[in-house]
């Protein structure tokens, strides 16, 4: 019989504790199988980053590094510098990359480091119980935005792609959504891309995944994929926002 559809090498046997709903895991199988399509799973080494995704190293199946709060692209750079035949990606949250970790992904995209990041926004921190996130929404009820968040007290919600667009370092911008079969389909191209670049030694490449968190909004799994469409999309437009290829004419 053929088959037609199977878990990717790059992922193990390993049952994930993500929340039903949560779109983590979609995400984990798209980096996987990119990682198994370009047959580099030998050769790749993850950081995983702190929050839900911290046990991302029991889910991968290939060398994994764990790195301090926020401190992913840091640990990834060492890593990439001193194995630079190696493919090195972080995979992180929004909490993590956007807040305590923003100087470090603000400078490794800067110096135009050779790794892939993946940076999965649900717009609210997930681990901790749903305190407000540097990517909340204006309006967004979290633990610790119990009315609403405002500008006025609490900023605007931080666009990661766009500011990153704004440095020379970066070569490849992008963010996609996992909200439904079409958008997760582009999001592996996407992130399928994102890998290639490092191993073309063409620099830094990062992919914000659109995710969902239907525990700590309060929702049904459906109702969820439906407020990421309609609340979280047309605050976060999906596309690619830096494509040195593109200029390259390849």
Not at 42 to 47: C, P, W
Not at 88 to 94: E, L, R, S
Not at 190 to 212: D, N, R
Request: net charge neutral; glycine share 8%; proline share 4%.
């Amino acid at each position: 019989m053929k088959t037609v559809f199977q878990k990717p090498e790059a992922l193990t046997d390993v049952q994930m504790h993500y929340c039903p709903g949560c779109t983590h895991g979609i995400i984990h199988r798209l980096v996987a199988e990119a990682i198994d399509s370009l047959g580099v799973r030998e050769q790749t080494i993850g950081v995983a980053s702190v929050g839900c995704s911290v046990f991302a190293y029991d889910y991968f199946n290939c060398d994994m590094q764990q790195a301090a709060h926020g401190r992913a692209p840091a640990v990834a750079t060492g890593i990439k510098r001193v194995r630079p035949e190696n493919i090195v990606f972080t995979y992180q949250g929004d909490g993590d990359l956007a807040s305590i970790g923003m100087a470090e992904i603000v400078h490794a995209a800067a110096r135009g480091e050779n790794i892939t990041v993946i940076f999965v926004n649900n717009a609210i921190y997930g681990m901790t119980s749903g305190q407000m996130a540097p990517t909340s929404l204006l309006g967004q009820v979290t633990a610790t935005s119990p009315r609403g968040r405002t500008a006025s007290e609490m900023g605007y919600p931080i666009k990661v792609c766009e500011l990153l667009a704004t440095l020379e370092g970066p070569a490849y911008l992008a963010r996609v959504s996992s909200h439904n079969t079409r958008h997760i389909l582009q999001a592996g191209k996407a992130i399928k891309k994102a890998f290639e670049m490092q191993q073309q030694k063409k620099g830094f490449a990062l992919v914000e995944v659109l995710s969902t968190c239907s525990v700590n909004w309060g929702m049904t799994p459906i109702n969820a994929m439906k407020w990421l469409e309609e609340n979280m999309i047309p605050h976060y437009p999906l596309g690619v926002y830096k494509d040195i290829t593109a200029k390259e004419g390849e």
